[in-house]
């Protein structure tokens, strides 16, 4: 029975379908401007982007410059090179400039669409950044693209990783950037560390094009970016704690094994407080106020160590070290450590010397770093099935884009089998069928075990010819993926998204050109192996086009359509034949949660023998429902993270928006004295309250307070002894005599080196405050999910609390900052300070690994380098990171320059 939906987008079509449809006017005119284009001389083309900015600044729009900057670009890429934008692709490229994603299909040339809208953003001149998944891709975009960008007058800039601060300031300060989404997020957190506005190296966030959107801002959004260092040593607060733990009874706490929680009761609490009272750790009345966070942090992390953890099967103790067991495996995992002060808590419970814990200097998330863009668009070929959360969350809509050429991919039911043997036993006869026809195999599986699985398999049946694709390596990678169309060839895949290199039947041509004329010189013998390898790729594509195209064959369903979509796409670009089918047991993961023991017994009831397969669209149908469920359940896990991170982020920008305010401020004086009275008021309304008679004042404990704080050696008690004086008088007394000590201080220090202290100093206090407040609040997450018990939003309480933090960071910040700017004093030619080495961190969503190793130094690692640096004098360079330029300007890292003469 059809729907009535289904009638009506037979008769006017699907809302997408109308959408494409009235793009062809646009279209229609930049195919009009052909002619007068090819008309124009390399010159002429080239002086078109001055007169469009002269347009734009005359009060004309993009919008009213994007049929001729379109046709513009589409003559460029003909003539530089050779490839001409079709249709389709002008509208892939009116759909990202209107701020929306285009979903194109692998082989319709995304990389070529993106200069499209590229080149009409950056006629702005305010920088547009296009976002690729790795290095390798965004060096190879950036230098194919910018034979186009160059040819019309535009620079283009690449950041990639290992580059200098000079040299990511002038890749920047490009008309067009490629680099990676971990190197513009670090970049981002790296520059709201710096003290100096001149050293910040980006320049805005106008335009943004993210290449693998769902790659990016889908599955690499559920981690943060973590800037981490080295916090201080808190190795007796460990033991302190440790310590109480031995004195409770089991009335004290509560053990879930199963849930691997473990949380004290009432009397525990009561307990605890009483101890923590007599340690002198307990701030406010009850272990639970907001100012004690850390605290309960830490004695949770000492009661899971007791209760929770046991020694020899969790983790073994060897060479004062906690090592952990990996409880699948049972082997041990040296170099790997627990999280959120987990391991101290051990290495205090076991009486091991207890390492430094890391301590987040600065994080964000992709989602709340990509949503900072005044424009973002997005592209790939797999969207429409996150469609909902691209509106949710970053207010993209998803258009499909029409395919050049009709697809003639075969894509076949399923075939399911009982066990997962069984399936393998199949998969291996289909292969050996595909190849005895010469028909090219690609093998999707969802995890780098089962690729090895299936490759030892294979070899043990006798294949010999194979390859497995290893996500190390990416050159080599593409060089892989680029020869996979050839007739017979077997390739085994992870995953298929984010390659950045089509299948071509045949083999791609122009790796194969690069490859293999490499080093050879021009001349007849290298005419002569060109027309070879040119000869023999058309000979080698026919045989593939006569086996049928590329054989997709699946050996599980991944538990996101998207991604068994990516593969599937691989198959039959650009008009080719092609055959996909998907393999599948009752022993899948996706298949245990769609309910595989009920099917097991219904198909043993149906006498389904071994090495049978059951094949019905209905088992498409139920998989799909499945995978709809676990899509949606995790789209509302990260929906729930980004409402906890947006509490964060909007304190993130304050703290950020706050610290350029002060580089850029030319006198913040006035702030300082802001914040000196500020502290003056607090300390009189707390040792002076209001309506109080003149007995109940605490004229001795202010008088401390002044002296502690403010410096200053004041006679407030026997101010408070004078006849009908009142709170104002003193307060102002205070005032009078702080800001004489200020004024002075300044007159001694002149107003330049005043303003460098008081900058510095506001700076330095903000930064190891907001530290602090990132901890404390990531302590207050990792604990709030228990106000859910006593029916209380965790969601509400983390936001009131975090509000509360936030108030008592900047009392904190006025009452510091003060302190230290009425005890400052000059010394000349002190020592500077040395300044930690910082590491980045990224932990990949899908294999719970850290993108950037585990933390052995091999992952990005930065320092803040002072301002005060003389390349001349190696004395002013304080600590240098072997892998940071060298401060003498050489231009080397320090390892191979100053650094390599320093003796071992």
Same mark, same amino acid.
């Given at each position: @029975? /059809?729907? $009535?939906?289904?009638i009506a987008r037979k008769l006017f079509g699907s809302s997408n379908d109308r959408r494409v449809k009235g793009y062809s006017s646009r279209v229609n005119a930049i195919n009009a401007l052909e002619a007068d284009m090819q008309a124009l001389s390399d010159a002429q083309l080239a002086a078109k982007t001055v007169e469009f900015r002269q347009q734009l600044a005359d009060g004309k729009t993009l919008d009213d410059l994007l049929v001729p900057a379109f046709a513009v670009v589409r003559e460029a890429s003909r003539r530089v090179l050779g490839l001409r934008p079709f249709d389709? +692709?002008?509208?892939g490229g009116i759909i990202l400039h209107e701020r929306s994603i285009a979903e194109m299909k692998t082989g319709e040339g995304k990389t070529l669409v993106a200069t499209l809208p590229v080149y009409l953003n950056a006629l702005a001149s305010k920088g547009v950044h296009v976002v690729t998944v790795n290095d390798y891709l965004a060096s190879r975009d950036s230098a194919t693209m910018n034979r186009i960008y160059s040819f019309l007058g535009m620079t283009t800039g690449v950041i990639v990783h290992g580059l200098s601060d000079e040299e990511r300031r002038a890749a920047y300060a490009c008309d067009i950037t490629y680099a990676t989404n971990n190197e513009l997020g670090f970049d981002y957190l790296r520059d709201n560390m710096k003290y100096d506005r001149g050293q910040m190296v980006q320049r805005g966030h106008f335009f943004a094009i993210v290449d693998e959107v769902d790659s990016i801002l889908v599955d690499e959004a559920r981690t943060p970016l973590i800037i981490s260092g080295p916090l201080d040593d808190r190795s007796e607060l460990y033991n302190t704690i440790d *310590?109480?733990?031995p004195m409770l009874s089991e009335e004290d706490y509560e053990i879930d094994e199963k849930q691997r929680s473990a949380n004290f009761s009432e009397v525990g609490t009561e307990k605890l407080e009483n101890l923590l009272r007599d340690a002198n750790l307990l701030r406010g009345e009850t272990l639970y106020d907001v100012e004690n966070v850390a605290i309960v942090h830490h004695i949770n992390n000492a009661l899971k160590a007791h209760k929770l953890f046991q020694r020899d099967k969790d983790y073994i103790v060897r060479d004062d070290e906690i090592v952990i067991i990996d409880e699948f495996t049972g082997r041990m995992m040296p170099g790997r450590r627990y999280s959120e002060g987990q391991h101290q808590a051990l290495e205090a419970k076991e009486k091991v010397t207890i390492q430094p814990e890391n301590q987040t200097l600065a994080s964000v998330t992709f989602q709340n770093y990509f949503r900072m863009y005044d424009k973002l668009g997005g592209m790939t070929g797999t969207a429409s099935t996150e469609a909902e959360e691209f509106g949710n969350i970053y207010g993209l809509e998803v258009v499909e884009v029409p395919t050049n050429l009709p697809i003639k991919r075969i894509d076949e039911s399923d075939e399911v089998y009982r066990t997962g043997e069984e399936k393998y036993k199949a998969i291996v006869v289909e292969i050996r069928e595909a190849q005895s026809r010469k028909q090219p195999v690609l093998v999707g599986t969802t995890s780098i075990e089962k690729s090895e699985l299936l490759a030892t398999l294979l070899a043990k049946e006798g294949f010999k010819d194979f390859q497995v694709l290893n996500a190390r390596?990416?050159? +080599?990678e593409a060089y892989i993926v680029s020869q996979a169309g050839v007739p017979g060839a077997v390739t085994i895949a992870t995953n298929m998204a984010g390659r950045g290199t089509d299948i071509q039947l045949g083999g791609n041509l122009e790796m194969r050109l690069e490859r293999e004329l490499e080093g050879v010189e021009p001349g007849p013998e290298r005419d002569a192996r060109h027309d070879a390898i040119v000869a023999d790729v058309k000979r080698l594509k026919e045989e593939a086009l006569a086996a049928g195209g590329l054989y997709v064959l699946a050996t599980e369903r991944h538990e996101s359509r998207r991604i068994d979509n990516q593969l599937r796409g691989r198959s039959g670009r650009q008009g080719d034949p092609g055959r996909s089918k998907f393999f599948l047991s009752l022993q899948d993961d996706l298949m245990r949660i769609f309910g595989s023991d009920r099917m097991d017994s219904m198909l043993q009831k149906l006498g389904l023998k071994e090495g049978e397969a059951i094949v019905h669209p209905w088992i498409n149908k139920a998989l799909e429902r499945a995978q709809k469920k676990v899509e949606a359940r995790n789209f509302d896990t990260r929906k729930n993270l980004l409402k906890y991170d947006? /509490?964060?982020?909007?304190?993130r920008k304050v703290i950020f928006e706050q610290r350029i305010e002060l580089m850029d401020s030319p006198d913040i004086s006035e702030t300082t004295t802001d914040m000196r009275h500020e502290v003056i008021d607090d300390l009189v309304n707390k040792h002076i309250p209001e309506r109080a008679y003149a007995e109940q004042w605490d004229a001795v404990g202010l008088q401390a307070e002044v002296a502690t704080q403010l410096n200053l050696d004041l006679p407030i008690v026997e101010w408070a002894a004078e006849e009908g004086i009142a709170e104002d008088d003193i307060r102002e007394r205070i005032r009078t005599a702080a800001d004489a000590a200020a004024k002075d201080r300044a007159e001694r220090f002149g107003p330049d080196m005043m303003l460098y202290v008081e900058r510095s100093v506001v700076l330095q206090t903000l930064d190891h405050l907001w530290r602090e407040h990132i901890v404390n609040l990531d302590h207050l997450r990792s604990v709030i999910g228990f106000r859910g018990y006593a029916q209380r939003d965790p969601l509400q309480e983390y936001k009131s609390e975090a509000f509360e933090l936030f108030h008592a960071l900047l009392a904190n $910040?006025?009452? *510091?900052?003060? *302190? +230290?700017? @009425?005890?400052?004093?000059? /010394?000349?030619e002190a020592e500077p300070q040395p300044?930690?080495? @910082?590491?980045?961190h990224h932990i990949d969503a899908l294999t719970g690994e850290d993108d950037f190793g585990d933390n052995d130094g091999s992952g990005p690692q930065f320092v803040v380098a002072p301002h005060n640096r003389d390349p001349e004098d190696p004395a002013t360079w304080g600590k240098v990171s072997r892998n940071e330029p060298c401060p003498c300007g050489s231009g080397k890292k320090y390892k191979h320059c100053h650094g390599s003469f320093e003796s071992v």
């Open positions: @029975m /059809v729907s $009535l939906g289904g389709v +692709q002008l509208i *310590a109480f733990i390596y990416h050159e +080599q947006d /509490v964060l982020n909007d304190q $910040l006025r009452q *510091a900052v003060t *302190a +230290q700017l @009425m005890r400052v004093e000059l /010394v000349r300044l930690p080495e @910082m590491e980045g």
